[in-house]
C-alpha cells in the first residue's frame, strides 16, 4: 500500500494577487514617507548653505577686523565686488625721545626702538605710522613720499625690540603719530566675489594674498595666492562707510547662496578701526 501525502502550496494567481498587495500597500508607504524625506533634505541643504555664508562672513569680519586704519577700499569690475585691505599681524610703540634709537621724521631714519615687550617679525614685513589714507599719508601710495609704510630690512625673528626699515629719500614716514603707534602690516588682502544669478552653481566667494600692494586696485589681483571660500553665490554685496564714528568706520557684507531653487542670504557687519 502506498503512502500519502498531505501538501500545501500557492497558486500562480495567489502569488500575483500577493504582489500586487504588496505594491499598494509600498505605494502608500512612500506616500507618507516622501514628504517627511523631502524636508529633511530641504532642511540639510538650507542648513549647509547658512552654514558655508556664516563661515565665509566670520571669516572676513575676523580679517577685516586686524585692517591697517583707513585701508579698506570697495571696488566693482565687471559684475564682481572686490574688498581690499592692508592686513596687519601686529603693532606696537615706537621711541619718539629719550636716550635710544629714535624714530626721526625729520631726516631719513634706517631703525628705531620698541617701546615695551618686542615684535615678533617676518620677512617682507612692512612698517606703518599713522596711516590717514588721504593724500600726503596714504599706505596705498607706494613708492611716493606719501606713503605711510617702510620695508623691514632685518630677519625673520623673535621679540624684535629693534626694528631696521629701509629708508626712503625723503624721511621715512611722513607724519608722526601722536601715540606713537606703529603697525606691522603682512600685504595686502583682497575678497572677491563674483556672483551669478542665472546660475548660482557659478558664483564663488574667493580670497587673495600674497600680491604686491599698489596705488590702483587690482581686479583681480595677480600674481596672488587664493583661497575658495565659497560657491553657489547668487547675489553678494560689501560697502565700506568710513566715517560712522569719529575714529572708526564700518563694513557691510551680503551674502546670498542658492542651490535647489532655495536661497539662503546673510547680512553681517564689521567695525573697522581707524585710529592710526
Avoid at 572676513?60 to 564682481?80: E, F, K
Amino acid at each position: 500500500m502506498r503512502p500519502t501525502f498531505n501538501t500545501a502550496g500557492f497558486t500562480l494567481i495567489e502569488m500575483i494577487i500577493v504582489i500586487a498587495i504588496t505594491a499598494i500597500i509600498g505605494s502608500m508607504v512612500a506616500l507618507f514617507l516622501r514628504a517627511p524625506l523631502e524636508s529633511y533634505v530641504a532642511q540639510d541643504r538650507r542648513a549647509r548653505l547658512a552654514d558655508t555664508a556664516d563661515t565665509a562672513l566670520r571669516r572676513m569680519g575676523r580679517d577685516i577686523r586686524l585692517a591697517l586704519p583707513n585701508s579698506v577700499r570697495v571696488t566693482s569690475a565687471g559684475g564682481v565686488v572686490y574688498l581690499e585691505f592692508l592686513g596687519t599681524r601686529s603693532g606696537g610703540r615706537y621711541r619718539a625721545q629719550g636716550g635710544g634709537d629714535i624714530l626721526d621724521f625729520t631726516v631719513p631714519d634706517n631703525s628705531f626702538d620698541v617701546l615695551g615687550p618686542g615684535i615678533d617679525m617676518k620677512v617682507g614685513d612692512l612698517i606703518a605710522v599713522y596711516n590717514l589714507g588721504i593724500p600726503g599719508a596714504d599706505a596705498w601710495a607706494v613708492g611716493t613720499p606719501g606713503s605711510t609704510l617702510a620695508a623691514y630690512t632685518g630677519a625673520t625673528a623673535l621679540n624684535v625690540t629693534n626694528i631696521p626699515i629701509a629708508p626712503k629719500p625723503t624721511p621715512p614716514f611722513p607724519l608722526a603719530s601722536p601715540g606713537n603707534r606703529f603697525q606691522v602690516v603682512e600685504g595686502p588682502v583682497t575678497y572677491a566675489c563674483a556672483p551669478n544669478q542665472a546660475n548660482p552653481a557659478l558664483g564663488t566667494l574667493t580670497r587673495y594674498w600674497g600680491y604686491a600692494i599698489a596705488a590702483a586696485k587690482p581686479t583681480p589681483p595677480a600674481p596672488a595666492s587664493s583661497a575658495l571660500l565659497a560657491t553657489n553665490v547668487s547675489t553678494c554685496n560689501f560697502t565700506y562707510q568710513p566715517g560712522v564714528t569719529e575714529r572708526g568706520g564700518l563694513v557691510s557684507m551680503t551674502l546670498s547662496l542658492s542651490q535647489a531653487n532655495e536661497t539662503v542670504s546673510l547680512y553681517a557687519t564689521t567695525q573697522v578701526s581707524n585710529q592710526p
